[in-house]
């Protein structure tokens, strides 16, 4: 279990028994306040039995002189206006919760509304002038029941004062109990306190050893001094390095240290005073830097000073080899960067030569798909003028069968014209023109068709040679492509080659700068104070 969980449980069960203690202060306060609240509701309400009480002593007083000695009756006749009557109607006789006086408030009601009545009638008497009958009345059937009705007012006025007794009673043993209560859990904190301070005195001491024997583990000297320069603790080295205990030396001047700097401006607390933390001396041929630290309390103030003294002879010592190893690998990285930088420049300019290569396949790309395009044109239209050769053709076939049915018939027209004699010479005629016309377009026929059957060869011998010279110019399209691939590949390697060189000169240019600033940290690195 942690410390901090230790002294959280501790302080927690504290808390409990102080929190326990001031519950249980409040709820005897809230007890004792209820039972005085009771315990002075009950004795006014005791107060105005009294006072109802005296009243009817007064009521049955003053009657009896009015019926003996002839006088005026000032008290009331009315059962519901008189001091009972009130009471009875008051707030205080409402909250009774008590069932005797409960019961006693029941019972009155009947004898104190007859004696109001019997009053009444007793002064009718008077009034008469019966007063003899007036007396007798007063005597037997008055003052009877008046003395019922304050017999039964003096027990209420026992029985409050009877509950009084009893809620004093409850408020003295609830005093008792609480007092015993907090007083024996005062106790219990008190002892719980006294060995939480044991425990916790005795966790601290453990701690300070604890924290000792760390910081006297540690194998570089450790001194602590207040804000005169004394010193408050030091660690084992620091024994061992003067060869005295740690009880002799607390108390002393830390100037007794007997270090080169000590009493000198590089004074380990001289140099803190101007805000350097670090300082370093040399003494019997070894060299020692001290880091330094002010000490301050919880609030911030400068409560004291601690030095730690570190012997740097041989880390010196490989500080000054890397730095030697660092100037040669410095100018070994500077001639390697010269050389990766020439072949820097180089593959620059072959990207860029393959970047104007890859452009100018690129145009004899485009120039090769035109001439495509144009031949493809070409084969288009002699296929067409192949076609309308064709059409031609056919129109010669039909001009041929013209001819030939016109000269069929112009035979015709010849034999009936003979036939006919004399009359059909003239026909005849006709007819043998006829037959010439449709042998001459015949002929013609036959020449136009001869004409564009060799047309049609043409036509088609230049369709195949369109067609080769297509199939040509594809396959030089395929190789024009693969070559523009090709020349874009060659770019964007020679491309990637150059950034990749280029990535590689500036990692190299930075391990140059700190292998550089590493050799300048190491030559001026302190060889002594």
């Not at 240290?257 to 805000?275: F, Q």
Request: net charge negative; glycine share 6%.
């Amino acid at each position: 279990m942690s410390i901090r969980i230790k002294n959280l449980i501790g302080f927690a069960v504290i808390a409990v028994f102080g929190a326990s203690l001031g519950q249980i202060g409040l709820t005897s306060v809230r007890t004792l306040l209820d039972m005085t609240n009771e315990l002075y509701k009950i004795e006014k309400t005791s107060a105005g039995v009294s006072g109802v009480l005296n009243r009817h002593y007064v009521w049955r007083q003053g009657l009896t002189e009015a019926v003996l000695a002839d006088s005026e009756f000032k008290g009331s006749l009315d059962p519901n206006a008189c001091a009972l009557g009130q009471w009875l109607k008051s707030e205080a006789a409402k909250n009774i919760s008590d069932p005797e006086v409960l019961s006693l408030l029941q019972r009155i009601q009947d004898p104190h509304a007859y004696i109001h009545n019997e009053a009444k009638n007793t002064l009718e008497h008077i009034q008469a002038g019966k007063g003899d009958e007036a007396i007798k009345h007063l005597k037997e059937a008055v003052l009877p029941k008046t003395q019922e009705v304050i017999a039964l007012l003096n027990r209420m006025e026992e029985r409050f004062a009877a509950l009084a007794d009893e809620k004093t009673s409850e408020m003295v043993k609830a005093g008792e109990f609480f007092s015993h209560r907090i007083v024996l859990l005062s106790i219990a904190a008190l002892v719980l306190c006294v060995v939480f301070a044991l425990l916790f005195t005795r966790w601290i001491a453990q701690k300070f050893y604890w924290y000792e024997n760390i910081l006297d583990c540690i194998p570089f000297p450790i001194s602590v001094t207040d804000n005169d320069r004394r010193w408050t603790f030091v660690n084992k080295p620091v024994e061992n390095f003067l060869g005295k205990k740690r009880s002799d030396i607390m108390g002393q001047p830390c100037s007794n240290w007997g270090a080169a700097i000590c009493n000198t401006e590089n004074c380990g607390i001289n140099c803190l005073e101007r805000g350097k933390t670090l300082t370093f001396f040399e003494q019997m041929g070894m060299d020692f830097k001290v880091n330094l630290n002010n000490l301050t309390d919880k609030r911030g103030k400068k409560v004291g000073h601690i030095e730690t003294v570190e012997e740097i002879t041989e880390f010196l010592k490989r500080q000054k080899a890397e730095a030697e190893l660092a100037r040669s690998i410095n100018k070994s990285i500077m001639e390697l960067s010269g050389s990766i930088s020439d072949v820097a420049k180089k593959t620059k300019d072959n990207a860029e030569r393959a970047g104007r290569s890859a452009t100018l396949a690129g145009m004899i790309k485009q120039n090769a798909e035109r001439g495509s395009a144009q031949m493809d044109e070409m084969m288009a239209a002699v296929k067409e003028i192949n076609q309308s050769s064709q059409s031609i053709n056919n129109v010669i076939k039909v001009i041929n069968d013209i001819a030939f049915q016109t000269n069929l018939l112009a035979l015709n027209a010849s034999v009936e014209a003979a036939r006919v004699g004399e009359h059909g010479k003239g026909f005849a005629v006709v007819a043998d023109e006829v037959r010439n016309l449709a042998t001459r377009s015949a002929e013609a026929a036959m020449n136009s068709d001869a004409m564009i059957q060799d047309s049609m060869a043409k036509a088609e011998l230049g369709v195949r040679i369109a067609s080769d010279t297509a199939a040509s110019l594809a396959e030089i399209m395929s190789g024009i492509n693969d070559s523009h691939q090709i020349a874009n590949e060659i770019a964007k390697s020679s491309e990637e080659q150059s950034l990749s060189i280029q990535f590689v000169n500036n990692s190299i240019d930075q391990v140059s700068q700190l292998v550089e600033k590493n050799r300048s940290i190491a030559e001026a690195a302190p060889e002594g104070a």
